[in-house]
């Protein structure tokens, strides 16, 4: 078995949160003996005023000794309650006697990553499940593939500027299928026209493609058929009488057919970074992963300004790299 660590020739360009160093906040606890932490609980359970920033933190910390061990118990955040109100409630409990309360500090976020979840854990214990999908593993065979598609971006950067066109390119490919489906430079600078970004040219490509296929259905035959659904909102299936002719297509499916996003788990390969314009495009496209060399310090949305592929209020995220065969492509200090 290889167990040799793989180096990749890109950098993942993680969310804020995923970035965040540890913020923490004040919480009042107590050591308690094993036997009361049953009573304990349901009081603080009961009278404490609870929290949302508390949820993902465990209530009940064990501290081994020479000894033994002894138990402490996170009754609640200084903030929702002052020292001498809580004492006036523990006091109203007949708690006196087992609960001497102090202040700690507690991680005030719930850790995204395993390198967060480890050094945040080490104040009190917290909750963390890891979520796969944020792994990124590459082996060396894809490594070269997707080596060979960005040197193709690089090529029509190339092409673009013996043109007179701002040196950007870009390519776009099916991963499932290896296979290019789209690729384009910008020329913004023949076309005289401000959104002529590379990206966009490929996102055009992408509906014109869609709009070819479109005519060979005829539209007329679609009948709208309202479907049950759980949701409050109406749903509707598409079915076509052509569904037997050549080249004919039935909507069934809205997330596989035309009228489905264009770029839906697509792989992007761009010289350079994104700009604002052109990642928010990306994301209406529902692209599947973006990998560029340069970055954008001008207008960059993935990752220089903003990185609107992690962006919460949106509803579709797609992983993003960057640093790819970027000592091959020029810096460039425009928007791109």
């Known amino acids: 078995m290889n167990n040799s660590v793989i180096i990749l020739p890109f950098r993942k360009v993680p969310s804020d949160e ?43 910390r064990k ?51 395993r390198a967060q ?19 990124s593993r590459f082996s060396s065979e894809e490594i070269e593939i997707l080596r060979y598609h960005m040197i193709r971006a690089i090529q029509l950067a190339d092409i673009a500027r013996s043109k007179g066109e701002i040196p ?8 499932r299928r290896i296979e290019i489906m789209y690729e384009s430079h910008d020329t913004r600078t023949s076309s005289n026209h401000p959104f002529r970004h590379a990206i966009l040219n490929c996102i055009n490509q992408a509906a014109l493609f869609e709009r070819t296929k479109l005519k060979t259905i005829n539209i007329d035959s679609l009948i709208p058929k309202k479907r049950k659904s759980d949701k409050s909102e109406d749903q509707f299936a598409f079915s076509s009488d052509t569904s037997s002719e050549p080249g ?32 928010m495009a990306l994301v209406h496209s529902r692209i599947g992963r973006v990998f560029y060399g340069r970055s ?35 810096m460039l200090m425009i928007d791109c």
């Open 248 to 279: 004919s297509i039935t909507f069934e499916n809205r997330e596989s057919s035309i009228g489905a996003y264009l770029c839906k788990g697509y792989d992007l390969f761009v010289t350079h970074e994104p700009c604002i314009t052109c990642s």
């Open 63 to 113: 501290v081994s000794h020479d000894q033994g061990f002894i138990l402490n118990v996170l009754i609640c955040l200084t903030a929702s309650i002052t020292l001498d109100d809580l004492k006036l409630l523990i006091k109203q409990h007949d708690l006196e006697s087992i609960l001497s309360l102090r202040v700690h500090q507690i991680s005030k976020y719930p850790p995204i990553t």
């Open 168 to 175: 950007v390119g870009c390519v776009m490919i099916d991963p």
């Open 117 to 135: 979840f480890e050094e945040w854990n080490r104040l009190w214990p917290i909750n963390f499940r890891e979520d796969p999908r944020r792994g």
């Open 18 to 60: 995923e970035e965040r160093r540890l913020q923490t906040v004040d919480v009042y606890i107590s050591d308690v003996e094993p036997k009361e932490t049953g009573r304990i609980l349901r009081f603080v359970q009961t009278h404490c005023p609870q929290s949302e920033i508390l949820d993902h933190v465990k209530r009940i």
């Open 296 to 330: 954008n310090n001008v207008s960059g949305g993935l990752g220089s300004c903003y990185k609107i592929h992690t962006h919460q209020a949106l509803n579709h995220h797609f992983k993003t790299f960057s640093g790819f065969l970027e000592d091959q492509i020029e």
